[in-house]
C-alpha cells in the first residue's frame, strides 16, 4: 500500500476510514469417501501488487490507484480563514 492520500471516488466524502481486502489460499485435506475435511493447512496470503481498498463509508470497493487518483484531483481544501504570505 503506498503512503498516499486516498479520496473514495464514489461517495466523495471519505478520505479517512477504508479497509484493505486481502485474498488468502488455504489448502486443505479431504477424506475421499466421507468428503469430511481431515486437515487445514495455515492460511498464506495472496500477494497483490495493487491492493484492494474498501471505503467504510459507502462500501465501495476498488483498486488503491483509483483512490489515489481520486485524491490527486480533488486535493483536500484548506478550509480554515488562515492566511498565507
Ligand atoms: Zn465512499
Do not use: H, W
Amino acid at each position: 500500500m503506498q503512503e498516499k492520500p486516498y479520496f473514495c471516488p464514489n461517495c466523495r466524502s471519505n478520505r479517512v476510514k477504508f479497509s484493505v481486502i486481502t485474498s488468502y489460499s488455504q489448502s486443505f485435506v479431504k477424506d475421499a469417501l466421507s468428503g469430511n475435511i481431515t486437515e487445514f493447512k495455515e492460511p498464506d496470503a495472496i500477494a497483490e501488487p495493487e491492493p484492494t481498498i474498501q471505503c467504510l463509508v459507502c462500501s465501495f470497493t476498488g483498486n488503491e490507484l483509483r483512490f489515489i487518483k481520486q485524491a490527486e484531483r480533488e486535493p483536500r481544501m484548506n478550509t480554515t480563514t488562515t492566511t498565507f504570505y
